[in-house]
Nanobody, 124 residues
Framework: QVQPVETGGGLVQAGGSLKLSCAAS????????MGWFRQAPGKEREFVAG????????YYADSVKGRFTISRDNAKNTVYLQMNSLKPEDTAVYYC?????????????????WGQGTQVTVSS
């Protein structure tokens, strides 16, 4: 079992960058595929990026491809989301999630463990 905790959110101008971190408690972090999701006000939660247990397989939503980079450091029990060229439409609460299988999923209901979220606000 893991408990994700996100940090790194904040307010940034359009075109700027932020790096989110998700630290997960537990000694079996490397057994979990991880995903980043986001939810904007009045909208449903949407998939942003996913990474397999080893980090060898990665997938991005089309809306962030080429701008965001997901990575993980299993020795530090941490997954990251580097966000560059931010746009106002990236404004949302960003969540980190874990599922105890090899590969990520783009569906939120496939993840058993969720962090509390971190707010990212991009001003125009």
């Amino acid at each position: 079992q893991v408990q994700p905790v996100e940090t790194g959110g904040g307010l940034v101008q359009a075109g700027g960058s932020l790096k989110l971190s998700c630290a997960a408690s537990g000694r079996t972090f490397s057994s979990y595929a991880m995903g980043w999701f986001r939810q904007a006000p009045g909208k449903e939660r949407e998939f942003v990026a996913g990474i397999s247990r080893s980090g060898a397989s990665i997938y991005y939503a089309d809306s962030v491809k080429g701008r965001f980079t997901i990575s993980r450091d299993n020795a530090k029990n941490t997954v990251y989301l580097q966000m560059n060229s931010l746009k106002p439409e990236d404004t949302a609460v960003y969540y980190c999630a874990a599922r105890g299988v090899l590969y990520y999923s783009t569906e939120s209901h496939d993840y058993a463990y969720w962090g509390q979220g971190t707010q990212v606000t991009v001003s125009s």
